[in-house]
């Protein structure tokens, strides 16, 4: 903490700026660089560790030129193309990368955006399967105010937010216990002239397993025979986009299935590189309307912008830029084996424990994700999360979405930075963690939902 030396000796003016800074007032007078150093580092102090986060997807490894590139270039606007055109390059550069990657046609005209994450590359193509289905139905004279998405009950919640920001009628297909992917099965009741696209999942959060992307590219060629109507699909590649290309070459998810228009990635998942970085990639530049481009020149040039976001900082695509150089498709590769290797031998160690049950049957991405056996007979998946905090861990336990909200997952995010050693600390503390609730019982519940709270505030 600091002392009041770092206040010029003004102790008064130290007392001021604690009650400021903890009291939600505006400072209303500065301090010294240490001193404001030393008060924000010590508001974080008990903050989870990012490297124990084991609940979330996002990097938090990064080689040390790689974070002397990121400060380096953290103070450059990209969106400035005419100032920053290298900047802009390098982004378009990586789009064909990816286009590449995701196996696009070699007669398309690969197009696409870095985004701040996953969400808003969504948004985007969420966005351009809405006006391209539109203006399909002008010309057609039909009602073209009515527009929705088909998608799972395993949905990210950024496609529920697109589709009430942008006034999408959602159709979300409800989940079943042992069942918590997205499949043709029962898609006629949810599609009609009115979809704009269905949305299909490479890498779902709940369990890290894939949507029947091949059975539902099939369904809507049958549904477009009888018809008519030809429905594009978009594959939300979060945390799947950087995993399957270099683990399952061989698995038709992307660009080689036709009716798939548009992708989205997370750079900072599985892409290897720091928050905040998302992809978005179409088949073809003509995928995108026209209309959603605007172009700007009170920068410096003109330069088109196609992102929600407008000034922004270059370091993430500089970064991704780097990793894509660092590692190459067999360096990503090696990452992602060894990866998959620890997922199967913590997956291994938890079921052996006889605690838990699998619920990904298919092992996809670098995800393990659980329920409890019979064996556990005092204590439930929150109790297991809530105990292992003790060891500074941090494993995400919730109850899966409609209609199978009885299931309640544990899921482990296997990221590239835990190594074998880590992996057995980890399960050696969850099964501890089970022996010792087994023994003396839990009470953890689950935590209440806020999506219906009303707030009330008097200004």
Aim: aromatic share 12%.
């Amino acid at each position: 903490m600091p002392n009041s030396k770092d206040f010029d000796g003004n102790i008064s003016m130290y007392e001021d700026f604690q009650r400021q800074i903890y009291g939600g007032e505006f400072p209303k007078e500065g301090v010294c660089a240490r001193a404001a150093k030393a008060q924000v580092e010590a508001h974080m102090w008990t903050d989870a560790n990012p490297m124990l986060n084991l609940s979330s997807f996002v990097t938090t490894f990064v080689e040390p030129e790689l974070k002397e590139l990121e400060m380096a270039h953290s103070h450059v606007n990209y969106v400035d193309h005419d100032m920053y055109p290298k900047s802009y390059d390098l982004e378009q550069k990586m789009v064909s990368m990816l286009h590449d990657l995701w196996n696009g046609p070699k007669d398309c005209e690969p197009y696409g955006a870095a985004t701040i994450g996953s969400s808003e590359a969504c948004m985007l193509a969420g966005l351009a399967h809405k006006w391209n289905w539109r203006e399909q139905r002008q010309a057609e004279g039909k009602d073209g105010s009515r527009p929705n998405v088909v998608t799972g009950g395993n949905v990210q919640i950024v496609w529920k937010k697109f589709m009430k920001y942008f006034d999408v009628e959602p159709r979300i297909v409800p989940l079943e216990p042992g069942n918590y992917c997205l499949t043709a099965e029962h898609l006629e009741q949810y599609v009609d002239e009115n979809t704009i696209c269905v949305v299909a999942i490479a890498g779902q959060t709940f369990t890290g397993e894939d949507d029947d992307i091949q059975g539902i590219h099939d369904w809507l060629d049958e549904y477009e025979k009888q018809t008519g109507q030809s429905i594009p699909m978009h594959i939300d590649g979060a945390s799947g986009g950087f995993v399957n290309p270099f683990l399952y070459p061989d698995y038709e998810w992307d660009f080689r299935l036709p009716r798939v228009q548009s992708i989205n990635a997370s750079g900072h998942k599985f892409g290897l590189v720091n928050p905040g970085l998302g992809w978005v990639v179409f088949r073809d530049r003509s995928i995108f309307n026209e209309e959603l481009v605007f172009y700007v020149n009170y920068l410096g040039g003109e330069s088109p912008t196609a992102t929600l976001n407008f000034s922004r900082n270059a370091a993430p695509i500089i970064a991704q830029a780097y990793q894509f150089l660092r590692y190459g498709f067999h360096g990503y590769k090696r990452i992602m084996e060894l990866t998959m290797e620890n997922t199967l031998h913590l997956r291994q160690r938890l079921i052996d424990s006889g605690y838990f049950a699998v619920m990904n049957q298919t092992q996809r991405i670098p995800v393990v994700a659980l329920t409890l056996s019979d064996k556990a007979t005092k204590f439930n998946g929150f109790d297991v999360s809530y105990k292992v905090r003790e060891k500074g861990w941090v494993l995400s336990a919730y109850s899966m979405p409609p209609n199978a909200e009885s299931v309640v997952s544990l899921r482990i995010v296997v990221r590239p930075h835990l190594n074998r050693t880590a992996i057995n600390d980890l399960a050696e503390d969850i099964i501890a963690a089970c022996d010792y609730l087994e023994q003396h019982g839990g009470t953890a519940t689950p935590p209440a939902l806020h999506g219906h709270h009303k707030h009330s505030h008097k200004c």
